[in-house]
């Protein structure tokens, strides 16, 4: 099975601030990546899919990159709203979640 | 508005069984893969089983295997997640999703739509 490691695991930002979270799968599942969003108690939402396609709606502000084994999701500048966990997802094989990144206020 | 409801959670004793139900509206729901997402209390979320639009492939992650069973009512525009031998490390909020495949340069998948969940509790 593929295994999906995102770090940091958390971490404290400022609004404005640049922040990047980063995701390493155990094997290449080439583009096969796709980013969430989940606020406390809510449903996860969908951020980016295929590793760098920004779903219609979500704010330019956020962008994905990599290929093969090494992610990574970038918050250009942290807004008020971004304070949230992020998952990454592959659908290469059987789909897996990163164990996911929350994004604290500083 | 396209919208998922999940239902059917509630507190089950260890070894007992559940019905998990996803009401599906305002899309075409039987020509739409779709999916089961688990979350743990404070735990990350963990992919449980998709179905194919007419139920003739499942999937499911190596831990519900042979305990859980995916189905779907296309008639009733319904999705379920049938549980047996419930463990106290199922426990976790169910959510249903809408799995999207486009085909642009190449195919893409992913969970565009998610209901608000069901709560399953297995406890003594």
């Known amino acids: 099975d593929i295994q999906m490691t995102q770090s940091p695991s958390s971490l404290s930002a400022s609004v404005g601030d640049r922040v990047t979270i980063t995701c390493r799968a155990s094997?290449?599942?080439?583009?096969?990546l796709n980013w969430y969003q989940q606020k406390p108690g809510k449903a996860p939402k969908l951020l980016i899919y295929g590793a760098s396609n920004l779903l219609s709606g979500v704010p330019s502000t956020f962008s994905g990159s990599g290929s093969g084994t090494d992610f990574t999701l970038t918050i250009s500048s942290l807004q008020p709203e971004d304070f949230a966990t992020y998952y990454c997802q592959t659908y290469s094989a059987l789909w897996t979640f990163g164990q996911g990144t929350k994004v604290e206020i500083k | 508005e396209v919208q998922l409801v999940e239902s059917g959670g509630g507190l089950v004793q260890p070894g007992g069984s559940l019905r998990l139900s996803c009401a599906a509206s305002g899309f075409i729901f039987s020509s739409t893969w779709m999916s089961w997402i688990r979350q743990a209390p404070g735990k990350g979320l963990e992919w449980v089983a998709n179905i194919k639009p007419d139920g003739s492939e499942k999937y499911y992650v190596d831990s519900v295997k042979g305990r859980f069973t995916v189905s779907r009512d296309n008639a009733k525009d319904s999705l379920f997640l049938q549980l047996y031998s419930l463990r106290a490390e199922d426990t976790a909020v169910y959510y249903c999703a809408r799995i999207v495949i486009t085909l642009t340069y190449q195919y893409f998948y992913y969970m565009d739509v998610w209901g608000k969940g069901t709560t399953v509790t297995v406890s003594s």
């Open positions: 094997q290449s599942i080439s583009n096969s």
